[in-house]
């Protein structure tokens, strides 16, 4: 199983389905959801999709985000 650290953007490109995230990116996410690998977020990417949502930048689901 392999491991990747996801940054911001990509989390969010994710997420919210952005054509901003490649096509490589977007099939670690997907595997991972599977159970293929693992996709660390560190505690600084949580905070800043709080921030995001705070400003109203995204909506998003925070229970979706920590499962």
């Known amino acids: 199983m ?3 650290v996801a940054d911001t953007h990509a989390l969010v490109w994710y997420l919210t389905g952005s054509a901003n995230l490649s ?3 977007r099939q670690v996410f997907d595997d991972a959801l599977g159970g ?3 996709v660390l977020v560190s ?3 949580l ?3 709080v921030m995001m949502a ?3 930048r995204i909506v ?3 229970t979706r985000i920590i499962e």
């Open 43 to 45: 505690v600084i990417v």
């Open 23 to 25: 096509s490589g990116a």
């Open 60 to 62: 998003f689901n925070l």
């Open 47 to 49: 905070a800043e999709l």
């Open 2 to 4: 392999a491991r990747y």
């Open 54 to 56: 705070e400003k109203q």
């Open 36 to 38: 293929a690998h693992e």
